[in-house]
Nanobody
């Protein structure tokens, strides 16, 4: 199965920062719109940010002005810089295409925001 690999999660205090990274080795990855999703316990998976192949970005209202999505085509990565983290940001974070054909879902990376 072709699936992206997520990394960079961890435990951070409220107000702190983390940077997540998503990578997939195929060349076509750089052409796809890629999104970061999250799923908290007992909740549905939600899209929090996405970036097109051209670099256009979109954010959920809950993370706007706190999270920044970017991509590095030389490294085949899509990163999510998360600042001013809140306890409600605690979730497993995944990356995938937001529409159309999707990769197999990876294991994600756990982000826990707690004092």
């Amino acid at each position: 199965q072709i699936q992206p690999v997520e990394s960079g999660g961890g435990l951070v205090q409220p107000g702190g920062s983390l940077r997540l990274s998503c990578t997939e080795s195929g060349r076509i990855f750089n052409f796809y719109e890629i999104g970061w999703f999250r799923q908290a316990p007992g909740k549905e998976r939600e899209l929090v940010a996405s970036i097109t192949g051209e670099g256009n970005t979109n954010y959920a209202d809950s993370v706007k002005n706190r999270f920044t999505i970017s991509r590095d085509k030389a490294r085949n990565t899509v990163d999510l810089q998360m600042d001013s983290l809140k306890p409600e940001d605690t979730a497993v974070y995944f990356c995938n295409r937001p529409t159309g054909w999707q990769y197999a879902w990876g294991q994600g990376t756990q982000v826990t925001v707690s004092s």
